[in-house]
């Protein structure tokens, strides 16, 4: 029976990644050797890391613009503090819009004065917040786009002359933006690029280099980009994956092609949860996310029949996090429109049995 992923990560990728990787896990361009046995300063890995880093910038439309493409170790979690310990001087500030975004608040507090600019946490971060301002001495502004857990994304981001750090791990390359107004954007892989183990960082290099304190090495963005992403031996097949599912996504239309078929992902389950008066969402509806729907049962007595159904039907993944409960499809590039129909229809039918 076919299984419908819709776990909030790691998660889906596409099917032609995972067979173009299955077979190089075996030989790699009829080399005799696996892709995860080659060394990382061999030409075909330096061609792989080469063509990540390109395919990056371009699909994000920053090719020449004075940007770098990093495929780093670590995940998100590692650059809630590499982040600070390279821009922050003095003052940073925080919008907090979920846990994630608390976390990186608590490292940058390591480095110096941090500002909560904003937050969403009054309400379990159930909205974006808005109408805040912007203090103008601050050496960075960070957010974090898209929010997993509690199904929420930013759709306007701060405007002001202060440079944009962004977390965009679980919506990176999934709708279109003027990716050029952030100077720093980071995004761990294991959503809408490749298997856990590497992350993406965009860095635009005339933000480097201002601070005082002596960076360590590994935590050091100029040491990555004066290496070409291999300062130390880089989670190689995490960066072979990435590249491959960046390629696929080139040839699907690249951003523009993956937003509009987002949005009809989104508005088809969306759109269930609001006229089935057996579920809620839990989001704010102005601030939905297209990746991740948060819902939950207005009749818990339901639970054990819908969950029946949803292992019936082979929908996997969809259990919301333990701090919102309820449910969660988390819908991720990867993810077809027939798997998210198939959990509407699902959703239906508990409707017309209850």
Known sequence: MKKHNFSAGPCILPQE???????????????????????????????????????????????GKGYKALFLQGGASTQFLMTAYNLLQTKAGYINTGSWSDKAVK???????????????DANYNYIPKGYEVPGDLDYIHCTSNNTIFGTQIKDF??????????????????????????????????????????????KEDILGKINRQIPSMLDYQVHISKGSMFNTPP?????????????????????????????????????????????????KEDRSNMNATFTLINENLKETFDTMCKEGGINGVNG??????????????????????????????????
């Open 158 to 203: 701060p405007t002001s002359n202060i440079p944009l750090v962004c977390d965009m791990s679980s919506d990176i390359f999934s709708r279109q933006l003027d990716f050029s107004k952030f100077s720093l954007i980071y995004a761990g892989a294991q959503k809408n690029m490749g298997p856990a183990g590497t992350t993406l960082v965009v860095v």
């Open 17 to 63: 990644v995972f067979k173009e990787a299955s077979q190089a896990i075996l030989d790699y361009n009829d080399s005799g050797l696996s892709v995860i046995e080659i060394s990382h300063r061999s030409k075909d890995f330096v061609d792989i890391m080469e063509e990540a880093r390109s395919l990056a910038l371009e699909l994000l439309g920053l090719e």
């Open 321 to 354: 996090h333990r701090s919102v409960g309820g449910y969660r499809a988390s819908m991720y590039n990867a993810m077809t429109i027939e798997s998210v129909a198939a959990l509407v229809d699902i959703m239906g039918d508990l409707e017309r049995k209850a």
């Open 236 to 284: 190689v097949f995490a960066v072979y994956t990435s590249m491959l599912t960046l390629r696929w996504l080139k040839n699907l239309g690249g951003i523009a092609a993956m937003e509009e078929l987002n949005e009809k992902k989104a508005k088809l389950i969306y759109s269930e949860i609001d006229v089935n008066p057996l579920f809620k969402g839990f989001a704010a």
């Open 107 to 121: 490292e940058a507090k390591l480095f110096g004065e941090v500002l909560e600019i904003a937050s969403s946490k």
